[in-house]
């Protein structure tokens, strides 16, 4: 029987090695430093983490207090090996580029194809934004997303957001949120100004949570996607 293919989480502690080169650093000292670093899945999770040979972690640094603090792992297979907060560390590098909010999975691909799909997104019975010439972006594991032209989405129901969020594969978002009938719908839209690289064709373009939204594909209305940001609590309405 054909089998779907396994993304996280797992219900197993899963493990993968790197032959990157990983260090840390925090106040200018370099405090990890490893070429023999795992990449884990602790179960329930979607993200990995780096698991270091305690060898390569510098626990407390020369002339820092307090001491960096680590924690081991209950399974035989990583014995030696500890797990250090991402917050504990104030930059983390995968040789001499600089990683953000977690370590990449080796097994998520980002792709930002453009597109002339016809796309439309509404909000309890108002029209948001409309647009022929969307990027989607396709990430292993997440529902596609619909980046539209700025000059494409109504601006006159657009207002600032204060909400910040980040991502390993494509940088760092601001948000808008809407306001209809005089209520304000938080976050309804996010948009990178600065993407990385890999994604640098979402510049200037707006993405709807398709979880909060109904978006309207070639004239086909799409499910809303289930998961964690379907349940983000929403002041007005909760999303159906």
């Not at 650093?25 to 670093?37: E, H, K, L």
């Not at 991502?167 to 809407?178: E, I, N």
Request: aromatic content about 10%; glycine content about 6%.
């Amino acid at each position: 029987m054909a089998a779907l293919h396994p993304i996280p989480p797992f219900d197993e502690l899963t493990y993968f090695p790197t032959s990157r080169w990983i260090r840390g650093t925090r106040g200018g000292v370099t405090v990890i430093d490893s070429r023999d670093a795992l990449l884990v899945w602790e179960p329930g999770r979607k993200v990995p983490i780096y698991a270091i040979p305690a060898a390569d972690v510098a626990v407390t640094p020369a002339g820092e207090a307090p001491s960096l603090v680590v924690r081991t792992f209950d399974d035989p297979d990583l014995a030696g090996y500890v797990a250090v907060a991402w917050d504990a560390v104030e930059h983390w590098y995968e040789e001499d580029e600089e990683v953000f909010v977690h370590p990449r999975d080796p097994f998520v691909r980002v792709d930002a194809l453009s597109s002339s799909r016809h796309v439309r997104v509404e909000r309890d019975g108002h029209q948001l934004a409309e647009s022929d010439s969307p990027v989607l972006v396709f990430e292993t594991g997440l529902p596609t997303r619909y980046y539209l032209p700025e000059s494409d989405v109504d601006a006159s129901v657009l207002a600032d957001s204060d909400l910040h969020t980040g991502c390993p594969y494509k940088g760092f978002a601001s948000y808008r949120d809407v306001v209809l009938d005089g209520r304000r719908h938080p976050g309804l839209f996010w948009y990178y100004e600065a993407p990385f690289n890999d994604v640098s064709e979402i510049s200037g373009y707006l993405a709807p949570y398709n979880e909060r939204v109904d978006l309207t594909v070639d004239g086909e209305l799409q499910e809303r996607p289930a998961g964690p940001l379907e349940r983000r609590a929403d002041p007005i309405r909760r999303a159906a």
